[in-house]
């Protein structure tokens, strides 16, 4: 399954990106707790995004027989870093939660009205873990 849709460049379209992705993963059978972690790393990317980027922003979700891949696209060729804030910083978490949760991830440059995109991939034989959620792989 290949999905994407444009992304307004507001903080107000993380919630519809959310759920955009969360639609199209459940309908391809993600589920539990698996689902509810690719959803938190689509909203950490589209986040990054919409507040520190540039339009145009394209979300891509992309899911195969071995994995699940996200891009989100923006028109800033700065390329987002791992940071590791204190306890009380109010944000600067998002590229840390893909870094730890994904199996992978990274950018690359676009052609065209895009700069660069932001990827990451949950291989579906990893175990996944957040929080309370477990999900087994065969």
């Avoid at 849709?5 to 990106?17: D, E, F, G, H, Y």
Wanted: a negative charge; glycine letters at 6%.
């Amino acid at each position: 399954m290949y999905a994407e849709t444009a992304v307004s460049p507001a903080l107000s379209a993380i919630a519809p990106a959310r759920h955009w992705a969360r639609a199209r993963l459940s309908e391809v059978g993600i589920d539990d707790g698996r689902l509810d972690l690719l959803v938190l790393l689509v909203s950490e990317l589209v986040t990054n995004a919409v507040a520190h980027a540039d339009p145009p922003v394209i979300l891509r979700v992309h899911v195969d027989d071995q994995r699940t891949r996200v891009e989100v696209t923006d028109g800033v060729r700065e390329v987002p870093v791992v940071r590791d804030p204190p306890p009380t910083a109010l944000g600067g978490r998002g590229v840390m939660f893909v870094d730890r949760l994904a199996s992978s991830w990274g950018t690359s440059e676009e052609e065209g009205t895009a700069a660069k995109a932001v990827w990451f991939e949950l291989r579906h034989d990893d175990v996944v873990e957040l929080g309370r959620f477990s999900t087994e792989q065969p």
